[in-house]
């Protein structure tokens, strides 16, 4: 009879829950809102674990007795001290299953990484960058952007604006941002945008940071130059995950997970050199697949799954996904 593993990634924009045995076949899929309690509460994240979680079970035809284990990896976990309110959550799911919880970042670099382990940079709505080196001993960033860890949509946006605001200002050169800024929100002209920006009659969201990738393929050398600041930033916290583990001389993964990096291949192709200079047996590794999958692996791995059964699970859910 087969054993049945639960994933679940709750994100910035939306979640998904996941269902698969251990041969990695797809039993079940569910999906619901975003899930980061800075956002929505833990009322609200309690809520969306059963929404999701009720879809997968209803659609695998199954019921929570049958889980052996589950992973879930939630945006806003950063620290030892949430998981009284975290573990509140997940209680309310009423698994008798052994469970792990992680950041998000880290089920994305369970699905992404071949052998399980090494360094995931996630960049959606904002970023993070966790790793585990072979012991399962994990590095991490905070995961706060006003620490300086910002290279995410939200913070490329912001960048754009206050690049147009010093075209404004005449402190900065001219960019077609602004012209693109001021078509985005119905805008007269630059002055109009800057000041309906500040007097919140115009805003802009980090769902317009396609416009600077455009932009910056038009040969914009501001827009580009941006692109250049966020790739170095992404690459500034993987090498501390790095250092904070030693692979320094080490081969091992590094996982670029998330929207962001579909904008511009500008993105990895500075992240790569920066990160192989201090660790050259780094592999750069593009995660196209749904990060819920390393929640179900993480399932796996706290059910006593070897890593051999693993690594084909992870195999199989990432040519079906």
Not at 181 to 210: C, K, M, N, W
Not at 224 to 249: K, P, S, T
Request: a negative charge.
């Amino acid at each position: 009879m087969p054993h049945y593993y639960l994933g679940f990634d709750a994100g910035a924009t939306k979640s998904h829950a996941l269902i698969a045995d251990e041969a990695g076949q797809v039993a079940g899929f569910g999906k619901a809102g975003p899930g980061n309690p800075e956002q929505v509460g833990y009322k609200c994240l309690a809520q969306l674990l059963q929404a999701a979680t009720g879809q997968a079970l209803d659609s695998a035809g199954l019921t929570r007795q049958q889980i052996a284990g589950a992973g879930f990896g939630i945006a806003g976990y950063d620290w030892p001290s949430q998981r009284a309110d975290f573990a509140g959550a997940i209680s309310s799911l009423g698994l008798e299953a052994p469970w792990v919880l992680v950041n998000d970042a880290l089920i994305a670099l369970a699905a992404g990484a071949e052998e399980g382990w090494g360094v995931a940079v996630v960049a959606g709505t904002s970023c993070n960058a966790w790793g585990r080196d072979r012991s399962r001993r994990t590095g991490r960033m905070a995961g706060f952007s006003w620490l300086g860890e910002a290279a995410g949509a939200g913070e490329l946006v912001l960048k754009a604006v206050q690049a147009v605001a010093r075209e404004w200002s005449r402190r900065g050169p001219p960019t077609h941002l602004s012209q693109a800024f001021v078509e985005r929100v119905g805008a007269s002209d630059i002055g109009d945008l800057i000041e309906g920006l500040t007097q919140h009659r115009y805003a802009l969201a980090p769902s317009d940071a396609p416009l600077v990738f455009q932009v910056a393929a038009s040969g914009d050398s501001v827009a580009g130059d941006l692109l250049l600041w966020a790739g170095r930033e992404l690459a500034d916290m993987a090498v501390g995950i790095i250092r904070q583990l030693d692979l320094q001389d080490q081969t091992f993964d590094v996982v670029l997970a998330g929207s962001f990096f579909n904008g511009s291949p500008i993105l990895a192709e500075t992240v790569q050199p920066i990160v192989r200079a201090i660790a050259p047996g780094a592999r750069l590794v593009r995660l196209t697949a749904p990060p819920v999958i390393g929640g179900a692996l993480l399932g796996m791995e706290t059910a006593g799954c070897s890593r051999t059964a693993m690594r084909r699970a992870r195999e199989t859910l990432l040519t079906t996904l």
